[in-house]
């Protein structure tokens, strides 16, 4: 089953999950064998001022403008922070409701054991080598700018295990439940003072069974980080087109909006989350979790954009080399 049709049904019928759009119905092709083929889903139409992405992107571009202007200005609009908290304690929600309503073993919390860290370590290498692959046969087609970074990530490639290992949470206590599987502030609608999370389908690349399958919760934590991550430096990429950064002023004060919306993020999932099972208690548990799967999330992003998007390469492989460099050197 599709899991855009599977969570649809999940979230409305069984779980009655306010914030989420509510599935009215679907359209499947149903061959002569009976097999079946997801066409389209029917949601309710919520009335919204735009998903988080279009939002977050417009009051960066004014945030740019005013700091070009305004040299010493520290004046902030809190909307965006209360709009980032509001998302950490609509995706809590979800996530306590994934992990205590459980229809049948499609939805059931499973534990996570060393197999499966071992899987997932293994997976992500996998994507590392295959996006390295296809960075190779589309050479010619890099950009100029690009190609020290590829050179620094094959360089570091081979202490990658290495590094996963360290992030991995070791304990009987960390469960896996059915998740988003590609949050992202695009997948989010602010509708008014509150937001309602989208998009269901899974990671387009993926196979329908990885689409379905269980993980930790920070997987999605760290989709919306990284995507937060992905805005600031949307932004910057935008300014640069229309003037210089003197000084890297305003790449210093988009990393401190980055870091004021990261916490506020956080601050909402955590203080709405109260199952250690899907959050660690020890903060650094939890950002190990992150950091493992926002590699994840960059390594398949490369692989994916170095066959269709290769001018949009340089956002994930700069977060990898920033989130490699800030582990211990391998010894």
Known sequence: IHPAVEMGRFLTDVAAF????????????????????????LHVQVQNQGDAWTVTSGYLDRFVEERRFLQDSDGEEQT???QMAQIG????????????????????????????????TQEIVESADRALDVLKLTRGSLREADRPLIEQ?????????????????????????????????????????DVFITGFEGEGGRALAQRRRKMPAARDVAGLVHSIDASAAAALQRALTLAHDDHGRLALRLGEWRDRSVEAFLSGYRETMN???????????????IDFF???RAFYEIEQGAAHRV?????????ILRMLSQQPPVT
């Open 18 to 41: 306010a914030n989420a759009p509510e599935l009215l119905g679907t359209a499947e092709l149903i061959e002569p064998d009976g097999s079946r083929c997801a066409l389209a889903t």
């Open 80 to 82: 965006p922070l209360r």
């Open 89 to 120: 304690r609509r995706l809590a929600e979800l996530h306590l409701t994934l992990a205590t309503v459980a229809a049948d073993d499609d939805f059931a919390p499973e534990p996570v054991g060393e197999a499966e860290w071992q899987r997932w």
């Open 153 to 193: 990530f094959a360089a570091q490639k081979a202490a990658l295990t290495d590094i996963l290992g360290r992030l991995t949470t070791r304990g009987p206590e960390l469960m896996a439940i059915r998740h988003h599987g590609n949050l992202a502030l695009g997948q989010v609608l602010i509708v008014k003072d």
């Open 275 to 289: 199952d250690a099972r899907l959050w660690p208690d020890d903060p650094w548990a939890a950002q190990r979790l």
């Open 294 to 296: 926002m590699l994840e």
């Open 311 to 319: 001018d949009r390469l340089s956002f994930p492989l700069a977060a």
